[in-house]
């Protein structure tokens, strides 16, 4: 059996995998970026509640290993009686651990930010509200769009383990695969690919894009 | 469902052993990668660009897929070619490789970090290249790249219960095997957790300390 014969019959099998893979990670990352901000501006809020719950989620979540959350949301969430689909269990998990991580990058963004700049929007007596969406958030966000890049990339690698609760994803996919031609070098090295070009032919130049935009939008190009 | 403590009791000695081989799968998993990590760093600073650029490439591959998918590569690749590896062994090679790719990152920033006058000096009073990196710049470089090797350290960890797809008798798969037997996943599940946790966290406050102690030791604060 040729490679290119290996493809043709078994490259839908990769193209479905990859769909999948493919729709869990933006279905992670639209998570990870909501939980980011949110837990990130707990973590400056004045209020020491609030603070300390986003500590506590951003240690739990960035402490425990991504595997065992998954593997804990979907064994034993069902004993309490909350049964959650694979699909959903799968991006819920890596959705919320990544977004720990971006907390954290949130919270070094916004406190990058000058403290001119916040001062001058006290002095226009703008309302909390108006500061951060107008003033601080849109410098913040040119900001930590880099380190946003790599994280990005970490959590389309990360989407991989969703295959363990049998989502039907590239990296599961790969492994059927595997159990039913025995061919590891084509299977796994296709798959080993399609993940490469996806990172760094798709989500890279993507976030560099972004980073000239936004970079332009607040006058820094 | 309710948390049987007479079950945690009677399973705590078998995951408290599991936690050992997981913390060894760790270190020993770091240890390959730090000296890898050091050639790869080393290997895209050398004249020769052809190198520079091989091992660019591999890095930037070996960052782009996720570690699961390398671990199973690693682990069935071999037998097509006649070579039978271990669990173990092919676990740690994956590992190692995967983060002696991050690594390299690290030692590379490190190593940047330090002046070019340090540099001109070791020309200048005729050192060789190995003793200039070993009594000028390695020294120098290492301090600031402590909190990289840190974080590393603890996600190294974070990422050992990944091993447990190839069946490496580490902590996860102890939990699966202990769930399976007793089909109650409640408790090795969370117990995992807790480990984790407290592991991460206290390692996470031991590498301050080093850094700080390092700093004060060089005279660098």
């Known amino acids: ?221 | 469902m309710k948390w049987d403590f007479a079950f945690t009791a009677e399973i705590l000695p078998k995951m408290l052993w599991a936690t050992g081989n997981t913390l060894l799968a760790a270190g020993m998993g770091y240890a390959i990668a730090a000296v890898i990590g050091l050639l790869f760093a080393l290997a895209q600073r050398t004249p020769l660009r052809i190198l520079t650029y091989i091992t660019r490439e591999i890095v930037e591959f070996i960052r782009s897929t996720p570690l699961v998918l390398q671990i199973f590569f690693v682990y069935y690749v071999g037998p097509e070619y006649g070579l039978y590896l271990s669990p173990w062994v092919a676990g740690m090679i994956a590992i190692g490789l995967h983060y002696a790719a991050y690594l390299s990152e690290v030692y590379r920033g490190g190593i940047e970090s330090v002046p070019k006058g340090q540099w001109e000096a070791c020309t200048a009073i005729n050192l060789t290249t190995m003793q200039t990196y070993r009594r000028i710049v390695l020294p120098q470089a290492l301090p600031p790249a402590i909190a990289g090797m840190g974080n590393y350290l603890v996600a190294i960890f974070k990422d050992t219960p990944i091993l447990s797809v190839i069946g490496v008798a580490e902590l996860m798969q102890a939990a699966n095997a202990v769930g399976g037997q007793n089909y109650r996943y409640l408790e090795p599940y969370t117990m995992v957790g807790v480990i984790f946790l407290v592991i991460s966290l206290t390692s996470a406050r031991a590498i301050r300390w080093f850094e700080a102690t390092v700093r004060r030791k060089l005279g660098m604060q």
């Open chain 1, 1 to 221: 059996m040729t490679y290119a014969s290996f493809l043709a019959d078994y490259g839908s099998r990769f193209v479905d995998g990859a769909l999948v893979t493919a729709v869990q990670f933006l279905c992670s990352l639209g998570l990870a970026v909501v939980v980011a901000n949110l837990f990130g501006l707990m973590l400056l809020s004045s209020n020491p509640a609030l603070r300390r719950a986003a500590v506590g989620y951003v240690e739990f979540f960035r402490g425990t290993s991504l595997l065992v959350q998954l593997f804990w949301l979907f064994y034993v969430l069902p004993l309490f009686g909350i049964t959650l689909d694979n699909f959903l269990t799968g991006f819920l998990a890596v959705g919320l651990n990544l977004g720990a991580y971006g907390a954290e990058l949130v919270r070094g963004a916004i406190q990058s930010v000058p403290r001119g700049q916040w001062e001058a929007s006290y002095a226009l007596s703008m309302s909390p509200a108006q500061r951060m969406r107008r003033i601080i958030l849109p410098q913040a966000f040119v900001t930590m769009l880099p380190a946003w890049g790599n994280l990005v990339i970490e959590l389309l690698k990360s989407t991989a383990l969703v295959a363990l609760i049998a989502v039907p994803d590239l990296m599961f996919e790969a492994r059927q695969l595997n159990n039913t031609t025995y061919l590891s070098t084509w299977t796994f090295g296709t798959a080993l690919a399609i993940y490469y070009v996806f990172s760094r032919f798709l989500i890279t130049p993507c976030m560099r894009w972004t980073e000239r935009i936004m970079a332009r939008r607040i006058g820094r190009a």
